[in-house]
Each structure stands twice: as structure tokens, then as C-alpha cells.
């Protein structure tokens, strides 16, 4: 059998109890992989559709053997269950993206991996970079501490305290 996959899961609410939704987004993924460490919740402002509520986000890292697809697939179902019927864009009562899978690089019409728009988002790299400062980019061979470093444009991201 092959070792687990270390991953790292962008996770995110802005419909109903966020905090308790991201609760049962992390025990059900914890249902099928082991989790690791766990960031902070961020008090974040919605990037693109500005006309919604505040999100809460965090990264997780988890160690999975599923593959990547399979992956999205248990993500996907994981939304559904949590009552996530919108489009991209729209208010959610959770979000998971796969931020990272190992090293891998995948692009396929319904996956891609790393996260096409993280180096741009700070709602994920202030988590991530919390958990991982030291975790490269595959692609563009930063850490995500000097990706988080990068951005230049303050985006609303705040460490929430509860």
C-alpha cells in the first residue's frame, strides 16, 4: 500500500452558522483521511460578488490515499450534504477547494491543482501560510510565506477571534 498523500484543503462559509458548517465540513473529511493541522479561522471579505456576507475560512492539511478526483469528488459530496446548491460566485454555507495535493500538478476541465487563483488570494494564503510558511509552490517554486508576502492589495482578511 502507498504512504498518504499530505494535502491541503481551502475551506470556507458565508450562508448560516459558518463556524458550525466548517465544523462538519472537518469531521466529515475527517471520516475519510487523516487530518493535520489546522489554521486559524479568517473573518474574510467575498472577493468578486461583493454583494454578500462576510466569509470565514481556514486551511487544513489532511493525508489521504483517495486520488485527486476522487478527492473532489468526496469534497463535492461533502458541499451538497452541507446544502451547497449555487454557482461559483454565490453565497455558500461551505466551500472546499483543494489548494494542493503532494507535489502534483493536475489540470483537467474539472480539477486543477495547485489552485489556479492562489497566489492572488490572501483569504487562502493567510491560513495557509500560517500552517505551511515553508510549503513550495510547485510551479512558481515560492514558499507560501513569500506569496502571502506578495500581495500588494490589503483584501479583507482578518484572524477571527471567537
Do not use: C
Not at 487523516?34 to 481556514?58: A, C, H, I, M, W
Request: net charge positive; hydrophobic share 35%; no cysteine.
Amino acid at each position: 500500500m502507498t504512504d498518504p498523500t499530505t494535502v491541503y484543503l481551502g475551506l470556507g462559509s458565508n450562508l448560516g452558522n459558518r463556524e458550525s458548517n466548517l465544523d462538519t465540513a472537518l469531521k466529515l473529511l475527517g471520516e475519510r483521511m487523516r487530518l493535520g493541522k489546522r489554521s486559524s479561522l479568517y473573518d474574510t471579505e467575498p472577493v468578486g460578488n461583493k454583494d454578500q456576507p462576510r466569509f470565514l475560512n481556514l486551511v487544513v492539511q489532511a493525508f489521504t490515499r483517495l486520488t485527486p478526483e476522487n478527492l473532489l469528488k468526496l469534497a463535492k459530496g461533502i458541499e451538497l450534504r452541507l446544502g451547497r446548491h449555487s454557482r461559483t460566485g454565490e453565497p455558500r454555507p461551505i466551500d472546499i477547494d483543494i489548494l494542493f495535493f503532494g507535489n502534483m500538478v493536475v489540470r483537467t476541465p474539472d480539477l486543477e491543482i495547485p489552485h489556479p487563483r492562489l497566489p492572488e488570494r490572501e483569504f487562502v494564503l493567510a491560513p495557509l501560510a500560517e500552517i505551511a510558511p515553508d510549503l513550495i509552490h510547485p510551479l512558481t517554486g515560492n514558499t507560501m510565506k513569500q506569496m502571502r508576502e506578495a500581495i500588494k492589495e490589503k483584501q479583507g482578511v482578518f484572524k477571527w477571534e471567537t
